[in-house]
């Protein structure tokens, strides 16, 4: 029989995990500059509807259908065909309302990917390139992980999507902008954020959101819910610390911008953790993810000179890394007798597990990745021109500005008042 408190967790947690991408539209529209906020806002939102109407059509199938062959489910579930109010098995829920859960899931991940090439991607290009992301590479890992293929079979552990979600998105990411280079005067003239209350804002949605992330993973209004939750609060509380600390110390100056950075850190870090660990360890681990991206963001990559531009890759796919090993080795039964115990309890099976799977995780991504966008470069143009970025995506791609003057969709330029073009308008 349908269990009602169950489904109503199950429901209610669908919908924090949908307000997480337009809370990540905010997130990340805070931190371009004005004449790009539009356009960043946008491509979130357009994935909310576009990836909705994909997971529908095929992609709950190929994630979650019966397995043959360890990499995609089958096709008998296409266009949701015979899911319905019927209670899934082994939980008191219908089966619908875990369609509704995971199309949120779904529709986040490549949203997280947009954040690597903010400012410089062409519209067409990028919705084509991520839908076809959608289909060919998280559809087939979440089905590994998640769905009875060959990861969950060699034991490895993704409560919430560390490897599905963060590793997946954050490392092709650096990927396709790595492909796409960098934006027009970076490294060599400021790229600051535009609206740092507007980041603050959407970081305290993906906080807030999170929570249905990670305990509602637990399927029930149960102990193991009540255990993500906590264990969710702790490490993001701790993320901040981690990130912020060293900054201070660094800089001289604790930054906003770092400690909401550091919250969403902590946040990736406890994922795949959430429903396996105890509370001490989560603090570890929300300390450590807020260092180890505080210093991929503000040394690796200045190092490098990659452009991140929002550190996609330096959040999620370090932060999502970190929480797959540590999850092999923190990961005890006293939490989730269907989990396994980690290194800490004297185990070791786990924590290889862990490792061959973010190995997995990060040859997929690259490799998909870079296969995908070759095949879209060769029919369309994906990076916008010089003309158009300078210019700003938000008047010459969608023909609006998010402040200020009216829409002047046919000036080649915006003009300041004393003639000069301003490019950081």
């Not at 807020?290 to 000179?305: D, T, W």
């Not at 997995?360 to 870079?370: K, P, R």
Request: aromatic fraction near 10%; charge should be negative.
């Amino acid at each position: 029989m349908i269990n009602t408190g169950d489904t109503a967790w199950v429901l209610i947690s669908a919908a924090l995990v949908f307000i997480m991408t337009p809370a990540l539209a905010l997130f990340y529209g805070g931190m371009v500059r004005s004449k790009n906020v539009l356009s960043t806002i946008m491509q979130s939102l357009f994935i909310l509807a576009m990836i909705s109407v994909e997971f529908t059509l095929i992609g709950y199938t190929m994630a979650f259908g019966a397995d043959s062959n360890g990499i995609v489910g089958d096709f008998n579930k296409l266009g949701l065909a015979g899911v319905g109010l019927n209670v899934m098995e082994n939980t008191g829920i219908p089966e619908l309302a875990f369609v509704a859960f995971q199309c949120m899931f779904a529709a986040l991940t490549p949203a997280l990917i947009t954040g690597a090439f903010a400012e410089r991607m062409k519209f067409g290009a990028f919705a084509v390139l991520m839908l076809l992301w959608a289909i060919l590479i998280y559809n087939p890992m979440a089905h590994m992980v998640w769905g009875g293929g060959v990861l969950a079979q060699l034991g490895a552990l993704d409560f919430a999507g560390g490897l599905v979600i963060h590793i997946l998105s954050g490392v092709s990411g650096l990927t396709i902008c790595l492909l796409l280079g960098k934006r027009k005067g970076y490294g060599k003239t400021a790229i600051v954020p535009h609206n740092l209350p507007m980041t603050v804002l959407g970081a305290a949605f993906l906080w807030f959101g999170w929570f249905g992330f990670n305990a509602g993973s637990a399927l029930g209004a149960n102990e193991l819910a009540a255990n993500a939750f906590v264990v969710t609060q702790i490490a993001a509380a701790a993320g901040v610390l981690g990130w912020v600390i060293p900054e201070w110390v660094r800089n001289g100056k604790p930054t906003t911008l770092g400690a909401v950075s550091g919250c969403v850190a902590g946040l990736v870090a406890i994922t795949p953790a959430a429903g396996f660990v105890l509370p001490m360890p989560a603090v570890i681990i929300g300390l450590i993810g807020g260092a180890i991206c505080y210093f991929a963001v503000a040394v690796l990559k200045e190092r490098l000179g990659y452009d991140d531009s929002l550190d996609a890759f330096g959040i999620h796919g370090l932060g999502g890394t970190w929480g797959s090993i540590a999850t092999g080795i923190w990961a005890t039964t006293a939490v989730n007798p269907a989990g396994a115990n980690g290194l800490y309890y004297g185990e070791t099976s786990l924590f290889t597990a862990q490792i061959i799977s973010t190995i997995i995780a990060y040859a997929l991504a690259i490799i998909g990745s870079f296969i995908l966008y070759k095949i879209v470069s060769a029919f369309m143009t994906i990076r916008a021109d010089e003309t158009e970025e300078v210019l700003g995506l938000d008047i010459s791609l969608h023909g609006e500005r998010g402040y200020g003057a009216a829409v002047h969709t046919g000036s080649p330029a915006f003009i300041s008042e004393n003639g000069l073009f301003n490019n950081n308008l």
